[in-house]
């Protein structure tokens, strides 16, 4: 049974930072990673970022590149997405994800691993 649990949301004045982490036990078959997604009520859950457990090759949503990193602990089963200079946009419920091989081989597309979320609001 897979388990994911995130934590460090809060809030935050736009151009500061928050790190976040999401803790996994368990696993899937076929699963190549961990992503990070969010959620808003008006754009639904949109991709953010993905690295691939075995080599950490990273993928990134474009409007974050620069600003986030993600990257995991192997030997802790934990992911962390370090989030710098956020936007008022990026507002949302941040959850994480086992990803799977896309069509064209990249480590990005969910299934239904989620943890619970955590909240991330960013305040001009």
């Known amino acids: 049974q897979v388990k994911l649990t995130e934590s460090g949301g809060g809030s935050v004045q736009a151009g500061g930072s928050l790190n976040l982490t999401c803790s996994k036990s368990g696993d899937a078959v076929g699963s190549c990673g961990m992503g990070w997604f969010r959620q808003t009520p008006g754009k639904g859950r949109e991709f953010v970022s993905s690295i691939r457990t075995d080599d950490g090759t990273t993928n990134y949503r474009d409007i974050i590149k620069g600003r986030f990193t993600v990257s995991q602990d192997k030997a802790k089963n934990t992911l962390f997405l370090q989030m710098n200079n956020l936007k008022t946009e990026d507002t949302a419920v941040y959850l994480c994800?086992?990803?799977?091989?896309?069509?064209?081989?990249?480590?990005?597309?969910?299934?239904?691993?989620w943890g619970q979320g955590t909240q991330v609001t960013v305040y001009s």
């Open positions: 994800g086992l990803v799977f091989r896309s069509y064209d081989g990249s480590c990005v597309r969910p299934d239904y691993y």
